[in-house]
Nanobody, 125 residues
Framework: QVQLVESGGGLVQAGGSLRLSCVASGRTFSPYAMGWVRQAPGKEREFVSA????????MSADSVKGRFTVSTNSAGNTVYLQMNSLKPEDTAAYYC??????????????????WGQGTQVTVSS
């Protein structure tokens, strides 16, 4: 089993920045990817960004390109999401995800796919 624990959410004014972190523990597999998905109140979950731990290929939603940056640590067990120029529409619960590839995470499901518990991000106008 894989455990994912997110941190770094909070309340920020529009135009501000936040950095989310997610630490993975337990039994992982190779290759794998880590990333982020979000869900706003009353809306479906939406893919945000993901990175392949092997090769470093990144996928990101058009809505966050140029503002959000996904990265990992050298050990490959922590994924970050640096969020700049935040907008009220970025308000959502942000969930860390781990799966076989960034493409799998963008599809938000499949074999060997794991979710964290989520961390709330609220952007005030």
């Amino acid at each position: 089993q894989v455990q994912l624990v997110e941190s770094g959410g909070g309340l920020v004014q529009a135009g501000g920045s936040l950095r989310l972190s997610c630490v993975a523990s337990g039994r992982t597999f190779s290759p794998y990817a880590m990333g982020w998905v979000r869900q706003a109140p009353g809306k479906e979950r939406e893919f945000v960004s993901a990175i392949n731990l092997s090769g470093g290929a990144i996928m990101s939603a058009d809505s966050v390109k140029g503002r959000f940056t996904v990265s990992t640590n050298s050990a490959g067990n922590t994924v970050y999401l640096q969020m700049n120029s935040l907008k009220p529409e970025d308000t959502a619960a942000y969930y860390c995800a781990l799966g076989p590839s960034a493409l799998t995470i963008s599809r938000m499901g499949g074999p060997n796919f794991y979710w964290g518990q989520g961390t709330q991000v609220t952007v005030s106008s």
